[in-house]
């Protein structure tokens, strides 16, 4: 019912910058928390950061103060800015949503993931 797509992940050199967006299109009735995750080959999937529909944030030891999560309700999209990039930032970034979404029969609730975007940092 809710597709998420993510964009902005690439090649970059450490210490550089990224923008990572996530755009949720479908049956959307409103859209409750959204978050980004990464997984590195090997690695378990973990959370980055999170934003509530209220705009209160929470971001990963290892990325607070180089990242920040934010959002646009308007647009039902999230973003990622990710500055001072190291190499072990270098993963599989999925953006995640819990969406209240529009059914025949009424309404519904579910999280939703994107199909994830790679980012490469380089040394």
């Known amino acids: 019912q809710v597709q998420l797509v993510e964009s902005g992940g690439g090649l970059v050199q450490a210490r550089g910058s990224l923008r990572l967006s996530c755009v949720a299109s479908g049956r959307i009735f409103s859209i409750n928390a959204m978050g980004w995750y990464r997984q590195a080959p090997g690695k378990q999937r973990e959370l980055v950061a999170g934003?509530?529909?209220?705009?209160?944030?929470n971001h990963a030891d290892s990325v607070k103060g180089r990242f920040t999560i934010s959002r646009d309700n308007a647009k039902n999209t999230v973003y990622l800015q990710m500055n001072s990039l190291k190499p072990e930032d270098t993963a599989v970034y999925y953006c995640?949503?819990?969406?209240?979404?529009?059914?025949?029969?009424?309404?519904?609730?579910?999280?939703?993931w994107g199909q994830g975007t790679q980012v490469t940092v380089s040394s």
């Open positions: 934003i509530t529909s209220g705009g209160s944030t």
């Open positions: 995640n949503a819990e969406v209240r979404v529009t059914l025949d029969y009424g309404l519904g609730l579910d999280d939703y």
